[in-house]
């Protein structure tokens, strides 16, 4: 956009968490005019990561105070910071706005106990900076903590988690983005039934894999327990999975109990896992990546992927035996795939894999991996290469990385660099095949497959001006529960052209099967 300007509003002592400030810069950047928003609190760091955006703004900011930043024409730019502000207003009314509807907004922890005594949870989402001080103001309140914020250096982890686990207290995270408590679900979670199964997750999206499958396949959750990406190293020791799997072993409603981690350190697997064996119940153990036979060797189930991880617990749940095998790819979807690479050019080697979810990205490089093709990755799975920038061969990149997502939304929230970057892979003489992700629930993007259908059209639509043809391959992880329905996003993206398989590891497979044909 040319003559693009960059305009901001100040709302001093104004706070909102992370996800309603995420949602809003998303609706944002949807206005036409706009390239560019940002709304965030004005702390040092994510004043750094504006000036990173190239949305620096020319004031006196403090860490208290919220801040709209927009870029684009001038005038789309005050319509955007005028309907922000609604936005804000919006976001913490009640009632029909009037007056009499009206109540402050709570300033402190204390105050909200007081408000709602019956309380045991505290969900906060701040500023990393100041993340480790409120969860101990709501551990010293006898309230167990989901803490959404990232950015909390890994000695104030450990402080907050070792108080909690000396009280009888829970700790999911830092930077834990799902949990289901009760049926409750928190964050980034899906709509599931309440169930027998139980599980602790050091991962956000494999948690949301699991779970939805468990769903679908018509099971239950008794409890989705998230620990946060760093529990399981060892400067943590796992407190927070070995209390979570002590607390489901306890558990009465829970049967069969699961566990999902990327490689945790040798230390705290083993002691993982002697925990695991004396659960009484049984357990299922997905470690992505790590040998199995540690596990097995322990008694315990091991899966061997996200879906299979689901498999095996239902299946236990229900008193059958459980798959000895991970899933394959469908003959239907593999002989659309081979349709597919019929009429692509010598050329057309490369899978350009984008992902909204982190452990997508990680197991799908796995697949790859198993199969003797190289990869690159700005989160490489071990064997894979750094991305570096380059898209050379097949690449996976995690969209969901800081290095994406300084100054704007994750793409569960707002997807528009993933699309962008499907429309110029698309282009792309070496590219073959794109494997993307669609993740589903509260919090993320109220109809993610519209415009990610308009971005594969375009992208096949370049791919045949240059005489080839373009394999899109996905998948949707969600339930027909979910506000944005499972079985609307799919239909989307299949009217778009796109392989949707059931799961992402068969998603994975797929793409893998073309790759070798076309190696």
Known sequence: MTNALVRFALLPNLYKDSVTLMQIAAKL????????????????????QLGDAGL?????????????????????????????????????????????????PLT????????????????????????????????????????????????????????????GLLVMGPDCGTAIVN????????????????????????????????????????????????DLKEEIGGITMLQGLRALADDARTRVIVLISKPPAPAIAREILRVAAGAGKPVVVHFLGAAPDEI????????????????VAVALAQGAAPPPSAPIAQEADIAAVD?????????????????TGGTFCYEAQLVFLAQGLSCRSNAPAHG????????????????????????????????????ETIRAQGADPSTAAILFDVVLGYGSHDDPAHDLALALRDAVAKARAQGRSLALIGHVCGTDGDPQNKAQQ??????????????????????AHLAVLRR
């Open 490 to 511: 799919v239909a989307q993206l299949k009217a778009a052209g796109a392989v949707v398989a059931p799961s992402n590891v068969e998603a994975a497979l797929l793409a």
């Open 296 to 311: 097995r060797q322990a008694g315990l189930h091991a899966a061997l992927s996200l879906r299979h991880t689901a498999d």
């Open 384 to 419: 894979a290469s750094d991305f570096g920038g380059r898209f050379e061969g097949h690449v996976f990149l995690d969209l969901g990385d800081d290095d994406y997502t300084r100054g704007r939304p994750h793409p569960m929230i707002d997807p528009s660099v993933r699309n």
């Open 108 to 167: 402190s922890l204390a105050a909200g106990v007081e408000q709602a005594p019956e309380a045991d949870i505290a969900l906060i989402s701040v500023p990393g900076d100041y993340a480790a001080a409120e969860a101990m103001k709501a551990l010293s309140l006898g309230l167990h903590v989901m803490l959404f914020s990232d950015n909390v250096p890994i000695a104030e982890e450990k402080a907050i988690k070792q108080r909690a686990r000396s009280k």
């Open 339 to 355: 349709q597919l690479a019929r009429g692509m050019t010598s050329t057309q080697r490369a899978v350009r894999a984008l992902f």
């Open 183 to 230: 049926g409750v679900p928190l964050g980034f979670a899906n709509v599931v039934r309440r169930g027998d199964i139980g599980l602790v997750a050091a991962s956000g999206t494999g948690l949301q894999e699991v779970t939805c499958r468990i769903h679908n396949l018509g099971a239950g959750v008794s409890q989705a327990l998230g620990t946060g990406g760093r």
């Open 56 to 104: 620096t703004v020319d004031t006196k900011v403090s860490p208290s105070d919220l801040l709209i930043v927009v870029r684009g024409a001038a005038q789309a730019c005050d319509a955007a910071l005028e309907a922000a502000q609604a936005m804000m207003q919006a976001s913490g009314s009640s009632g029909d706005g009037s007056w009499a509807a009206f109540s402050p």
């Open 29 to 48: 950047r949807e206005r036409d005019g706009i390239e560019q928003a940002s709304c965030l609190m004005g702390t040092p760091a994510n004043l750094a």
